[in-house]
């Protein structure tokens, strides 16, 4: 059986939040491994997808600066 490329790069892309929180099975993290050694497109988003929480993790846990919080506030549209 061959699979069409765009086919199991779309399940790679399924599989990519689950495998971030480690919440696949064995198997299917296995074969998101193997797919990820093979295709360097499918890499590069989950690398950019764990590049990306982290920087959200590390924004998250620190304070944002009043200014920030101050230009951000004068952006809102009133409802
Ligand atoms: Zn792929």
Known sequence: MT???DDICDQCE????PYLDRELDDA???EAEKHLDGCGYCRKRYRFEESLRIFVRRV???EMPPELKQKLAALR???
């Open 77 to 79: 549209t009133p409802l």
């Open 3 to 5: 699979l069409v490329y």
């Open 14 to 17: 399924e599989w990519m939040q």
């Open 60 to 62: 998250c846990s620190e």
């Open 28 to 30: 299917e993290r296995a």
